[in-house]
């Protein structure tokens, strides 16, 4: 890793473990010493439980089946992917440990304990918290909105660097969009060797994607206002010799 430039309008951690559980893809579970990935087989309820899909004649459906009633009995995994093809592309780690029950032909998992893991470090989320969370308003539309970013608008990212402290750039090789939200944009620097994140807040959260818009033109305004950063420039007059 790298440095990490500060910042304060950002998701909690509630919001933010509901936010990898609504948009991953696919969950890891492990059960009775056994590892096994389901790919597009889960879905959410509103209050965070999760809901999965196997066959009726699934070692899983059988073990949760046999289980005590409401012992843990499983813990289940989620990855939280960088759209945009960055160094060190997971974000972070959702960890639910609880028990599974058979549903209306499903099995309907309930947490007891809820763990977030970032580059930051690990957070026991309280289970209340978690429940009544939501997942931010813009988390199903993020890897649309920055892969068009990185592949259709690679100027602007360079415009936006200009927000950035000059010392977080130096010896920066690329600089790419890793996260959105809708309280602001989060940077990826990569350089040879490490890679660290700097955020750019928005001036006022957005609950869509037409005010993510209004924000990010706001930035670039913004940006567009500031010289750029001695760092970034040594780095482009290097790369033109």
Known sequence: MGDTQDWTAAPGAAERARSVLATAWSCAVTADGAREEYVGAHTVTDDGAVRLEVPDDSTLFTAAV???RQEPSAVLEFADVAPVPVRGRIRARLYLAGWFAPDRGTLLFRPTRVVLRQSSGAVVIDLDDFAAARP???????ARLLTHLADAHPDAVERLTRLVRPES????TRVLPLAVDRHGLTLRIERTRAHGDVRLSFHAP?????????RMHALLAQAGATTCPRALQRQRADGDG
Do not use: N, R, S, Y
């Open 169 to 172: 750039l130096h010896a920066a």
């Open 66 to 68: 046999c289980a005590p």
């Open 206 to 214: 957005a609950d869509d994607v037409a005010q993510l818009t209004e």
């Open 136 to 142: 931010d308003p813009l988390a199903g539309a993020e």
